[in-house]
């Protein structure tokens, strides 16, 4: 474990003036003010590795995704124990912060501050009232505190106290601090909640007070609350001493992102394909075929369709606490939205395994701008990751040591597809043996790559062919004949086959398309053919014949990788589901009751959880281009990819792929 000793210290005087040193970060004075006792609380960050049960597989992970670099306490004030009432009292920002090395090895950091509040009217009830504290690390770029700390700006939104009078202040309760939430706002934006200087944003976890995992603990699941905050009422004490000597409020933290790694699984990153037909043409110019098994290489890889929003602080449902897949044989720790194991020993406190971003339910689906599409051209710079991390857009970094990071990303089980869903897009070249890298795919057949000089032996002819006999290239043709050379019959000057020649080039959908016809005249001249304005994408229908040619350069082909968070552990899916086959309408079968316990949450990726990806097996050729996503499920009845995917506290959530 990680922890982080914070002990806020305050004077316990009333007292009728005070000098700016009194009060930490404030000059002006105040009529009255009174310290209300010392507060000590420790702040552990979930991250000790742990056996992998379900979901509780922990890693530490990289060490600047611990770093501390700020600090703040955020109090709520309420008259009864529900926090989500509770309105903000004031906030403080936490300094000299030094560290300290455990016995195991783990780090532990303290710090020491004044907290001093001020007196409403000389009504000293504070002590009355239940108070609650929320922890946000590393939010400098985003957190401003007044001098007083009695208001708050957390981007663009101002916060007043309580203890301001109403009619000049919106008293903020925690229910409404939890939706406040950040925004990329821009392609080129990087994310807001990781720099390379001030460190990854972290902020309290929310924890459920019954244990899950286990099948067993069902019935206690039923009546669990979910707890944002570290109440701390009866953690004041009047004297430094005694806070030191009493148990310190306990304050779990969690990073606000979610981490992806990729890694070369097999040996030199060499992965065979099922038998292809590698077509070329022999010293003589005939066609030929030789079926092998090509290698593939992983040569980079990148995330796509990523959250452009995200809540400071994750969002929980209690709704979820006893969902459970009704498959067979059932998950032995079946319970998957809350952990079986606390936080700490005798916290009472379990992690929770699942989270609501901003647009989870907007009008059904994710909006367009809501999501960053590599498609689209539109991907954040990476530049600005404190780990090593590539700047370009498929940089060649595997392992642990290259992570990649988003905003959470997660939709209920209508809307788990492709559209929606947080994916990896791997690179890989495909090795056709020959000199030229570059090879060619025609009329979807994925089974026959062609080389340059193999697809004009087995289609220039018939391309050829197809141009002169076009009623429209005859009549351009004819009409630039009588220019050039008048009183000349057309039969003085023939349109041949052998004499058309065509240009073609790879259009935006990643088809290689003729672009242009022309013919060239005995004398040696040509005569460039113009169809007015027909498109690249109309020269097959006007030329007679549907010829569909992708163009795959330098061999290259790309895989989209769609990140599971529960996955196949714990929201199995097949194709013979439980006796009710899935159909291409009706991937995930059952009413809303049923897919939400079989699959909510099977596809997703959640902050503070680390999801490793490792490519098992390919079974078919990629895409020439990014493939943009479809509106289909994410599950297809025919797949071709195979991957594992390891899901690290970071939680690790292993996953593999085949491809």
């Known amino acids: 474990m990680q922890k982080l000793i914070i002990l806020f210290v305050s004077l316990i005087c009333l007292m009728a003036s005070c000098t700016a040193d009194d009060i930490i970060g404030r000059t002006d004075n105040v009529d009255t003010l009174r310290a209300d006792g010392y507060l000590r609380m420790c702040i552990t960050m979930p991250s000790a590795r742990d056996s992998r049960v379900a979901n509780d597989d922990f890693e530490n992970g990289l060490p600047a995704e611990y770093a501390i670099h700020s600090a703040y306490l955020f109090l709520f004030e309420g008259e009864t124990d529900d926090e989500l009432k509770a309105k903000f009292h004031s906030a403080y920002k936490i300094s000299a912060v030094s560290t300290e090395v455990n016995t195991d090895g783990s780090q532990i950091t303290t710090t020491t501050t004044r907290v001093v509040r001020r007196l409403d009217n000389g009504k000293d009830d504070f002590r009355k009232k239940k108070h609650f504290a929320l922890i946000f690390f590393n ?214 395994y699942w989270a609501k971003d901003p647009n989870y339910s907007t009008d059904g689906k994710k909006h367009a701008d809501d999501l960053y599409q590599l498609v689209n051209l539109d991907f954040p710079s990476a530049k600005d990751h404190p780990v090593p991390s590539a700047s370009e857009p498929f940089p060649m970094g595997f392992g642990d040591n290259f992570p990649q990071y988003c905003f959470e990303n997660t939709f209920d089980v209508a809307n788990q597809t492709q559209d929606q869903t947080t994916r990896i897009i791997a690179k890989i070249q495909i090795d056709n043996g020959q000199t030229d890298k570059d090879f060619y795919v025609v009329n979807n057949d994925f089974y026959q790559l062609y080389t340059e000089k193999a697809l004009k032996a087995k289609y220039d002819e018939q391309i050829k062919e197809a141009i002169a006999n076009n009623q429209n290239v005859k009549k351009a043709y004819e009409a630039e004949i009588a220019k050039k050379y008048p009183g000349d019959p057309p039969s003085a000057h023939p349109l041949l086959a052998v004499n058309c020649y065509y240009k073609q080039e790879v259009a935006a959908d990643g088809l290689y398309r003729i672009t242009s016809v022309w013919v060239n005249l005995a004398e040696g001249e040509d005569i460039v053919v113009k169809l007015g304005e027909l498109t690249s994408t109309t020269w097959e229908k006007k030329l007679g014949f549907n010829l569909n040619i992708q163009k795959y350069t330098d061999g290259i082909a790309y895989y989209p990788i769609r990140i599971k968070h529960f996955g196949d552990d714990l929201t199995p899916w097949d194709k013979d589901e439980y006796g009710v086959r899935p159909t291409p309408s009706n991937i995930y079968p059952g009413d809303d009751d049923t897919r939400a316990k079989n699959y909510l949450g099977r596809y997703g990726v959640v902050r503070n959880n680390w999801y490793d990806v490792s490519i098992q097996s390919i079974s078919s050729l990629g895409d020439p281009i990014i493939p943009k996503p479809t509106t289909k499920a994410d599950d297809e009845l025919d797949n071709f990819i195979q991957v594992n995917i390891h899901i690290l506290s970071w939680t690790l959530r292993p996953q593999g792929a085949d491809l």
């Open 139 to 352: 939010a400098e770029d985003f957190v401003k505190i007044s001098g007083d700390e009695l208001t708050v700006r957390v981007g663009d939104q101002e916060i007043k106290s309580v203890q301001e009078p109403s009619a000049i202040a919106y008293h903020m309760t925690l229910e409404q601090f939890l939706q406040l939430e950040k925004k990329m706002t821009n392609p080129d934006a990087l994310n807001p909640f990781i720099s390379r200087t001030k460190g990854f944003f972290m902020c309290s976890a929310p924890l459920l007070d019954k244990p899950g995992g286990s099948n067993s603990n069902k019935d206690g699941l039923t009546g669990g609350h979910v707890h944002y905050t570290c109440p701390v009422s009866d953690k004041i004490y009047d004297t430094e001493s005694e806070a030191q000597a009493n148990p310190a409020a306990a304050c779990y933290v969690e990073r606000a992102v979610a981490k992806v790694t990729m890694q070369k699984a097999l040996t030199n990153d060499q992965l065979d394909i099922p038998n292809l037909d590698i077509v070329t043409v022999d010293a003589k110019g005939h066609l030929q075929s030789t079926t092998t098994k090509p290698k593939c290489k992983l040569v980079g890889w990148m995330l796509d369709n990523t959250n452009r929003r995200s809540f400071l602080v994750r969002n929980y449902d209690t709704q979820w606490n006893t969902l459970q897949t009704n498959s067979s044989p059932t998950p032995a720790n079946g319970l998957r939205f809350v952990c079986e194991k606390p936080v700490a020993s005798q916290s009472g406190r379990y992690r929770t």
